[in-house]
């Protein structure tokens, strides 16, 4: 009998790429981030025929081309489906995001706690919004994470240095 092999979900860990304390000070969190997402994903997600729902974290914080078209090598080679950007700061989209139009995406920027991240969320959105409606037929999926009260303890848990909401 033949296995099929179920399409797994790509998280794709985006950061500022400035060095000398910036790109530094933010790794830890977003990879954070990205942990704290799959295991989320895996726990409240199945496919159509029950079985748990798989996901692939890029092997670095993506900064720019280089570390999204080596992303990009891992998931084709590990049958991703669709991805999901995580940022918890402000990042050059362009350089960034998943360009693949045969992909869903989504993106969560922590835009409730991080101002810069709304820009970026919105950045993002854009692209791959003109990226998708140009190259293919499928819809972008995008959308932002509550930061309401029941999200918050899960962050904490997994994510360093959030403030606690207002």
Request: one cysteine or more; aromatic letters at 6%.
């Amino acid at each position: 009998m033949k296995k099929i092999s179920l399409p797994k979900i790509g998280i794709r860990p985006v950061i500022d790429g400035r060095r000398m304390g910036v790109r530094e000070s933010l790794e830890e969190q977003t990879m954070n981030m990205a942990k704290a997402t799959a295991a989320l994903l895996t726990e409240k997600l199945r496919h159509a025929c029950g079985a748990a729902v798989e996901c692939v974290i890029s092997d670095t914080c993506i900064a720019g081309m280089a570390e999204a078209a080596a992303c990009e090598e891992k998931f084709s080679s590990q049958n991703v489906g669709l991805t999901i950007t995580v940022t918890p700061c402000w990042c050059y989209g362009s350089e960034t995001i998943d360009m693949d139009p045969t992909r869903p995406k989504a993106i969560w920027a922590l835009t409730a706690l991080n101002v810069p991240a709304l820009f970026t969320w919105q950045r993002l959105w854009q692209l791959t919004a003109r990226k998708a409606s140009r190259h293919s037929p499928f819809t972008v999926m995008t959308f932002r994470m509550p930061m309401t009260h029941r999200f918050l303890p899960m962050l904490k848990k997994n994510c360093c240095a959030l403030p606690a909401p207002v």
